[in-house]
């Protein structure tokens, strides 16, 4: 039985969809206005894991993951850069797509942008001014009236008292509390060319929260089964979100909420003001895109993640490991995955375990140095159906063990040339010769390996 931490509860919960057979999860995506960094990678990677797995498990999944394309700092950036927002946001939309390919993310089923679904937001900032929920403050906003509705700060456990105003909130004496938040944002008369939508308050454009409580409800239901994010997103967002949606409609908006921990760089938070903010473009330029992968998914999804080059060098080479034992066994397809055996019953209750993913890891490994031992075409075959669980282990193994990123900058020609000038050199009897090229290209990060039916190369 499938078992997830539930923020909300505090505690990790048996799955029970409300739908048998069917999940709706819904997974707050982007804000395009620059390049996805190593945050948003490891939600666009921890959530397709937990995507593939539901599917693995049998479940007919709707995943929903939002994409932002409208927001002050969108409006900021297309300003400066002389375009249109369209422009901006098409260009990092296309852009996240490609660094989302490259890491093995499967597309979600629908990636709604909060600019098509404005009728839909209005329609709920309606149903709240209906409810006594939502006010039209003096400066022309509309906002909701957090004190007003009973169970606020039940997701981030914060009293009242505690809670100040999010980040994207602006204080202000029209506020008829510090607390409440914007849903609507009037359009200020001397900004022409400010982007607005017709509403029944005026001229304006939604408030950050009220995008994903419409987008969720309108695709997946006033009431569906997972929410997942960012742990920066359980306070404020995700707390604005049950608030607006119960308050709305009624009803619980949400079974399961689920958010994955933070990328820390040498033990501190990533973040732009300290100078230690990676791309996943940077990152990819050293590093196999599967090898981040497979260090994003080595680390449990709730834990803080700690990225330096030391720990994807060393994901780099445990990744070698297993591809190195699928290279022993050729050809390997991937088979149906049985169940019933004993790796893959340790592989299952460690996934079902909340997704705990390093145990599922130490299983695979296990599972390679069986291949090693007894070269089982059907091990490997398990192997890499399992790994494929996790969106591991899909290439060629001599395609992977030779097509890592190394700073040497040597390509296969000159490569192949120098295995070509070494098997000259033995045949010749030359042994000094053919160690020395061995070294050179060691030094250079090629390892060669010799074996009955001639030599292979891979990158260390």
């Not at 999860?25 to 959530?47: E, K, Q, S």
């Not at 680390?299 to 034992?325: C, G, I, V």
Request: glycine residues 6%; hydrophobic residues 40%.
């Amino acid at each position: 039985m499938l078992k997830i931490y539930n923020t909300l509860a505090r505690d990790k919960q048996e799955f029970v969809p409300i739908v048998p057979g069917k999940v709706g999860m819904y997974v707050c995506g982007m804000t395009v206005y620059d390049y996805c960094h190593l945050g948003h990678a490891r939600v666009l990677v921890v959530f397709d894991m937990v995507y593939r797995w539901l599917k693995a498990s049998g479940y007919d999944v709707t995943y929903v993951r939002n994409v932002t394309d409208i927001d002050d700092k969108i409006i900021k950036r297309a300003a400066e850069n002389g375009e249109s927002i369209h422009a901006l946001t098409q260009r990092f939309i296309d852009a996240m797509h490609e660094d989302a390919d490259a890491l093995g993310v499967q597309r979600p089923d629908h990636e709604p942008r909060a600019t098509q679904y404005v009728p839909e937001m209005l329609e709920m900032i309606s149903r709240l001014e209906q409810n006594g929920l939502a006010y039209r403050a003096a400066d022309g906003d509309v906002n909701f009236a957090v004190r007003k509705f009973d169970g606020y700060g039940k997701l981030s456990g914060k009293s009242l008292e505690d809670l100040r105003a999010g980040e994207r909130v602006e204080v202000t004496d029209n506020k008829n509390d510090p607390l409440d938040f914007v849903l609507w944002k009037h359009a200020k008369e001397l900004e022409a060319d400010e982007v607005k939508w017709d509403s029944p308050w005026g001229k304006g454009r939604p408030g950050w929260h009220i995008e994903c409580s419409a987008m969720g409800s309108k695709l997946l239901g006033k009431h569906f089964d997972i929410h997942g994010g960012g742990a920066d997103l359980q306070f404020p967002h995700h707390e604005n979100e049950i608030a607006q949606s119960e308050g709305a409609h009624q009803c619980r908006f949400v079974n399961y909420w689920m958010h994955n921990g933070f990328v820390n760089v040498d033990k501190e938070k990533m973040s732009k003001s300290l100078g230690n903010f990676f791309t996943i473009r940077e990152v990819l330029k050293k590093y196999d895109a599967e090898v981040v992968r497979f260090f994003i998914l080595r680390a449990h999804y709730r834990s803080p993640l700690n990225y330096s080059d030391m720990h994807l060098d060393d994901a780099k080479q445990s990744l070698n490991r297993l591809y190195t034992s699928l290279k022993v066994v050729l050809p390997v397809e991937v088979a149906p995955i049985d169940w019933s055996g004993l790796y893959a019953q340790r592989f299952k209750a460690a996934m079902d375990d909340d997704f705990n993913t390093p145990e599922a890891m130490a299983v695979l490994f296990e599972l390679a140095n069986e291949v090693n031992r007894s070269q089982s075409l059907e091990a490997a075959s398990q192997l890499k159906a399992l790994g494929n669980v996790l969106g591991l282990l899909q290439r060629e193994p001599v395609e992977f063990l030779q097509g890592g990123k190394v700073a040497s900058g040597l390509d296969d020609s000159v490569i192949n040339a120098q295995i070509a000038a070494r098997n000259a050199a033995k045949q010749a009897k030359n042994f000094a010769e053919a160690d020395r090229i061995r070294k050179e290209l060691l030094a250079a990060g090629i390892v060669l390996e010799d074996s009955a039916t001639g030599t292979t190369w891979r990158r260390a």
